[in-house]
């Protein structure tokens, strides 16, 4: 596990001077563990916030916020449309009348096509920090988002 955190580590920083141009708004649906509603807002250059509203299982079920500060980067050498991202920001949710906190990373590659859709797949581990301290490794996604 060291060597992932060590590759992805390195290929945030040689890929650092590479940034992506953010455009735009983009709104749609992430689906991994669970079903999310989501949200992307520019915020500088290469950077956004995404804001997922998820339903489902979060640690077994439930509601749950996350907001994530991203990090976009271009890959257009592979294909123009492409970019890889990574980030962190935190989760909250609520589970059968129990509350629930995390610190969450996300890694992740999207396609922009020439109309106004995205699709995204994207890794997100989380360091769930209340009720319990627990490592999550399992948040693996598909989004697709509409831009306008």
């Not at 945030?12 to 949200?39: D, T």
């Not at 339903?55 to 916020?65: A, N, P, Q, R």
């Not at 769930?128 to 301290?133: D, E, I, L, N």
């Given at each position: ?10 290929l ?5 001077a ?6 735009g708004?983009s ?6 563990n669970?079903?999310e509603?989501?949200?992307q ?21 439930g ?23 990574y ?14 906190a ?25 360091l ?8 999550g490794w ?8 509409w831009?306008?």
């Amino acid at each position: 596990m060291k060597k992932i955190f060590g590759i992805v580590f390195m290929l945030a920083v040689m890929a650092g001077a590479v940034s992506a141009q953010v455009e735009g708004k983009s709104l749609g649906v992430r689906f991994g563990n669970a079903g999310e509603i989501s949200y992307q807002h520019p915020l500088s250059g290469a950077t956004r916030l995404e804001v997922d509203l998820g339903f489902g299982s979060w640690k077994h079920g439930g509601m749950y916020l996350t907001g994530i500060h991203h990090w976009v980067k271009d890959l257009s050498e592979l294909q123009e449309g492409f970019n890889w991202y990574y980030g962190v920001g935190g989760a909250a949710g609520i589970n059968t009348s129990v509350l629930s906190a995390a610190v969450v990373g996300n890694i992740g590659i999207e396609y922009n096509f020439d109309f106004p859709l995205q699709l995204s797949l994207d890794w997100r581990p989380g360091l769930y920090v209340v009720p319990a301290v627990v490592l999550g490794w399992d948040g693996v996604a598909l989004s697709a988002r509409w831009r306008f």
